[in-house]
Nanobody, 120 residues
Framework: QLRLVESGGGLVQPGGSLRLSCAASKSGYVMGWFRQFPGEEREFVAGMLWSDANPRYTDSVKGRFTISIDNAKRMVYLQMNSLEPEDTAAYYC????????????????WGQGAQVTVSS
């Protein structure tokens, strides 16, 4: 059983930065970050293979968000810069999905979620 534990959400002003962290009990999976706006389904934000140097991003976060993996620590990060109020959502770490060249679909393993609120 793969377990994912997230940390790092919070309140930040527009233009600010936050880093989300996801501790994985096992390595080697496709890893992704998804977010959910109130009343909507979860949507893809960023994803990559565990040993891949080709991260994928949804268009709205390209150039602002960066996904990375620390293999030794089994940690997955989402660095979020230049945050906008439209980024306000619950963010979820995900594992064991599938990535094409441009997008990732979620797998069955989810973290507990981290609320990110961008507001002045």
């Amino acid at each position: 059983q793969l377990r994912l534990v997230e940390s790092g959400g919070g309140l930040v002003q527009p233009g600010g930065s936050l880093r989300l962290s996801c501790a994985a009990s096992k390595s080697g999976y496709v890893m992704g970050w998804f977010r959910q706006f109130p009343g909507e389904e979860r949507e893809f934000v960023a994803g990559m293979l565990w040993s891949d140097a080709n991260p994928r991003y949804t268009d709205s976060v390209k150039g602002r968000f960066t996904i990375s993996i620390d293999n030794a620590k089994r940690m997955v990060y989402l660095q979020m810069n230049s945050l906008e109020p439209e980024d306000t959502a619950a963010y979820y770490c995900n594992a064991a999905g599938y990535c094409s060249d441009y997008v990732c679909l979620p797998g069955p393993y989810w973290g507990q979620g981290a609320q990110v609120t961008v507001s002045s």
